[in-house]
């Protein structure tokens, strides 16, 4: 086991035999990502899906040294009409405004191809929640983290019309990824060491 992953065990408090995906204690949540990004010192990050900024937010509060990309569209959606999506698109601006954040108000079909490979530290993934989506953000936004860094995401769970789960699940599984984390917690973050 390399360091990080061994660093994460301990972090998260992974218990010995615990079999795919490793989880977390209940109690370490996402927050505990960001100040894992912190220690080992990632300076660039992307987080894809960003709402009112919450949590690029608590990214740039762990770690002033980040450099965030926040990707989000803010577009109409389901039950979002076009106003309520312009006025979280606002609150992000002003909740992320005294951070060093480059905000994209664009697909993230759209942002990802102008990210270089192997640029990024970490990518958080939140975006569109189906299946194709997710899988699409998974496979780009992964080859934009450099090795060493960490590919992550939230909401893994079953709930209706999501495929996050199944998404994790299936790439994981492709690419052989012997080593990946959740947190234990409802919207449950996911996320592995890229090799």
Not at 24 to 46: M, Q
Not at 131 to 157: C, E, K
């Amino acid at each position: 086991m390399d360091a990080i992953n061994r660093l994460i065990w301990n972090r998260f408090r992974i218990r010995r035999g615990d079999t795919l995906p490793y989880c977390a204690v209940k109690g370490r949540t996402r927050n505990d990502l960001a100040a894992l990004f912190t220690e080992l010192e990632y300076t660039s990050g992307a987080e894809v899906g960003v709402g009112e900024g919450r949590f690029s937010e608590v990214l740039c509060k762990a770690n002033p040294e980040l450099h965030l990309m926040s990707v989000d569209p803010w577009e109409a959606y389901e039950n979002w009409s076009q106003e309520k999506c312009d006025i979280r698109a606002e609150r992000a601006r002003q909740r992320l405004e005294p951070y060093n954040i480059e905000i994209r108000r664009q697909r993230s079909i759209d942002a990802v191809l102008q990210v270089p490979e192997g640029s990024l530290d970490f990518v958080y993934i939140d975006g569109c929640h189906v299946f194709d989506w997710v899988m699409t953000d998974i496979i780009l936004w992964a080859q934009r983290v450099r090795p060493g860094g960490i590919v992550s995401g939230h909401d893994y769970y079953k709930f209706y019309r999501a495929g996050v789960q199944r998404a994790v699940d299936v790439y994981t599984w492709a690419h052989g990824i012997s080593m990946w984390y959740l947190t234990r917690e409802k919207e449950a973050t996911w996320w592995w060491v890229k090799t």
